[in-house]
């Protein structure tokens, strides 16, 4: 164990743990936090012991639901981990994390290597520019291959994975890895790594790995290039100075291996995320949205940005990331979003549902204060004489939707309080109430999130609550366009009127709303002009087809008139309201639902039965790969065809059957 303080930003690590769900994210978290002596004995999520999955539904369903932050020390690196969820419900708890990290360690299963939602939270990781190091676990499983996990990365994910460990032993036998960089055995004998030379065995193919990794490296790193040419074999200080810089910058991948389970790799895995991912300092500074940057530095002006917020049985809790200056207990601190100020009364070090209050936090610190009543996800905090707005992480739309009422008649307004509470903490969830029926209709990403909201409501709220069958959101959109519609809008009341002449087209686009003017001459000014667009927003709402929000067209603005006394912003806004509405209900309009890609994985010889009810599911069959003794499809199927499906797979392959799914965006319905 080598456990010391960390002193400077380039000690920190900010650090994320992304993978598919199962593929053991949550128990490579647990062995860091034994090893680097965060907690005094390991954690199993089988047992319902571990540290990050505290919430009583993440232990009852044995996944990680909510991400949570814990912090540990190694070798004089403070490392803040977020073990994030796995499941594709819970994909935006992933996006709000990779919004405040510096690096990622994504996890693979060692026999199924790439799967659909690793491949998901890779690709979002791409979006923010994270760079990650690659850990292949399960290697003592039967059936798991290194080489193939790797392959499959390489095919998938990246270019160029960098494969710096050899397996001593196959499936049960797995006993350690050969460090290819050091050339020395890593074994693990009751859970204590020994060191020592690379058994005889395994030395000739691990001179040739090691000659592989070399060249790899060399084609992607100009100074590793250099010695490689010059010298026989490129030095382990050259080789690691070059896998860092191509971590930062995205253009190798450092693969390691090991099993989890078995505490076996751990070790080599954080020596590889403290040498190889980057510090606060490494990443470039943080930039406001009017463009201007702050360094990660603890003397500049503060900011820091929430990115979760939970209620506690303590109180509320605003989880930041400190992107520059120092924040102290006592502070005043201005939301830049709002313009209010809030105190910090509180600031406290995370360690999962465990906290330790400290004086104060500097840049590139993850801490939870207690204070602010107002932060939301994506607030901005900042100093009050030094204002800066930072980019919230993006929120997906929901996708599915249930009615929920309170059993209780007099519950309603508690409800009502509840529901506000779960839409705050998680922003991926939408609270409304449907017009027609006056019922209250909770939306979020899928079936199992709106399970997990509605535990909430019973477990935390004690709230006595039925909830409705699911239903997809639909949308609309325009199959076949409309060009020319001319538009009046006149109305006289006495005193000043309205005018407003517009014409416009609507055509189809693949996705979303396109707002263009092609006016000339100045027959619409330029701000009648944006008052038309926001109006064309506003009647995207609602679709002539059944009132579902409308997306995938493009509106030209082509001509218009206006008249001297009676036009204004808020006569051209309506018109272009009207106008649009008008031209929807002209148009051959298309209803859209959303699909997902599912992938099931059963034995060869139950193949058939769940080919043919995929296809009865109305399903696309878009591939079928053999794997081990078991067929892995993969299909295109509508979301509202999907729910119940975990039931029926089980009952069609005896329980041996699997699948996931990921969203696949729109089709026709």
């Given at each position: 164990m080598r456990a010391h303080v960390a002193n400077t930003l380039h000690d920190i690590r900010n650090l994320g743990i992304l993978a598919h769900v199962d593929a053991g994210k949550t128990t490579v978290t647990e062995r860091m936090l034994y090893l680097t002596g965060a907690t005094y004995k390991r954690g199993e999520v089988h047992d319902g012991t571990t540290v990050t999955d505290f919430d009583p539904q993440e232990r009852d369903r044995g996944i990680t639901i909510f991400a949570a932050a814990v912090s540990c020390e190694w070798d004089g690196h403070r490392i803040n981990l977020i073990d994030t969820p796995g499941h594709v419900d819970f994909s935006d708890e992933v996006e709000r994390s990779l919004r405040v990290l510096d690096g990622a360690i994504a996890v693979f299963d060692g026999v199924a290597g790439v799967e659909p939602q690793s491949e998901s939270v890779w690709r979002r990781a791409d979006r923010h520019g994270v760079p990650r190091i690659a850990f292949v676990n399960k290697l003592d499983r039967a059936g798991a291959d290194l080489d193939a996990a790797v392959e499959s990365i390489r095919r998938r994910l990246h270019p160029a994975p960098l494969v710096v460990q050899l397996p001593i032993g196959r499936e049960d036998g797995f006993a350690g890895v050969v460090d290819l960089l050091a050339m020395r055995a890593l074994v693990w004998d009751g859970g204590v790594l020994e060191a020592g030379p690379v058994p005889g065995q395994l030395l000739e193919e691990a001179r040739r790995r090691r000659r592989v990794l070399e060249e790899a490296v060399a084609e992607l790193h100009p100074g590793a290039l250099e010695e490689f040419c010059a010298e026989p074999s490129v030095s382990e200080a050259t080789l690691v100075a070059a896998l860092r810089e191509l971590t930062?910058?995205?253009?190798?991948?450092?693969?390691?291996?090991?099993?989890?389970?078995?505490?076996?790799?751990?070790?080599?895995?954080?020596?590889a995320a403290v040498r190889y991912l980057p510090s606060p300092l490494d990443v470039p500074a943080v930039r406001g949205q009017d463009g201007q940057r702050r360094p990660a530095d603890p003397g500049a002006p503060l900011a820091a940005l929430a990115f979760k917020v939970s209620a506690t049985a303590t109180g509320r809790l605003t989880y930041l990331r400190i992107y520059s200056g120092t924040m102290r207990k006592g502070d005043t601190v201005l939301d830049a979003g709002t313009g209010r100020t809030e105190r910090i009364a509180r600031i406290l070090r995370v360690q999962a549902d465990r906290h330790a209050e400290t004086d104060q936090a500097v840049a590139g610190d993850i801490v939870a204060v207690v204070g602010p009543k107002a932060a939301r996800t994506g607030t901005t905090l900042c100093a009050p004489d030094d204002p800066l707005l930072l980019e919230p992480p993006g929120a997906t739309e929901p996708v599915v939707s249930v009615a929920v009422e309170a059993r209780r008649g007099t519950d309603g307004d508690r409800l009502?309080?509840?529901?506000?509470?779960?839409?705050?903490?998680?922003?991926?969830?939408a609270v409304r109430t449907d017009a027609e029926t006056g019922q209250t209709v909770l939306s979020g990403m899928g079936e199992l999130h709106l399970e997990v909201a509605a535990e909430k409501l019973r477990r935390e709220h004690r709230?006595?609550?039925?909830?409705?069958?699911?239903?997809?959101?639909?949308r609309e959109t325009v199959g076949r366009g409309v060009s020319g519609l001319l538009y009046r809008h006149v109305k006289q009341d006495g005193g000043a009127?309205?005018?407003?002449?517009?014409?416009?087209?609507?055509?189809?686009?693949?996705?979303?709303?396109?707002?263009v003017s092609a006016v000339t001459g100045g027959r619409v000014p330029r701000e009648y002009v944006r008052a038309v667009e926001a109006g064309c927003r506003e009647a995207l709402s609602d679709g002539p087809l059944g009132g579902h929000?409308?997306?995938?067209?493009?509106?030209?603005?082509?001509?218009?008139?206006?008249?001297?006394?009676?036009?204004?912003?808020?006569?051209?806004?309506?018109?272009?309201?009207?106008?649009?509405r008008e031209a929807l209900r002209r148009?051959?309009?298309?209803?859209?639902?959303?699909?997902?890609?599912?992938?099931?994985?059963?034995?060869?010889?139950?193949?058939?039965?769940?080919?043919g009810d995929l296809?009865?599911?109305?399903?696309?069959?878009?591939?079928?790969?053999?794997?081990?003794?078991?067929?892995?499809?993969?299909?295109?199927?509508?979301?509202?065809?999907?729910?119940g499906y975990a039931t029926r797979l089980r009952s069609r392959t005896q329980g041996r059957g699997t699948f996931t799914t990921r969203p696949a965006g729109y089709a026709p319905a």
């Open positions: 930062g910058s995205g253009a190798g991948l450092v693969v390691l291996c090991g099993s989890a389970y078995r505490d076996r790799g751990i070790e080599p895995l954080l020596d009502a309080a509840a529901l506000a509470r779960l839409a705050e903490e998680d922003p991926s969830l709230l006595a609550v039925s909830v409705g069958r699911p239903q997809v959101a639909l009127g309205q005018f407003a002449h517009v014409v416009i087209d609507v055509e189809p686009q693949d996705e979303g709303f396109a707002f929000p409308v997306t995938g067209l493009r509106v030209t603005l082509s001509d218009g008139a206006t008249h001297v006394k009676d036009s204004s912003e808020l006569a051209f806004r309506a018109a272009g309201r009207l106008a649009l148009c051959a309009m298309v209803l859209l639902e959303p699909v997902v890609e599912v992938t099931v994985t059963v034995p060869d010889e139950m193949a058939g039965g769940v080919l296809s009865a599911r109305r399903g696309r069959i878009s591939g079928s790969e053999a794997r081990a003794g078991a067929v892995v499809i993969t299909a295109v199927v509508p979301l509202s065809e999907v729910f």
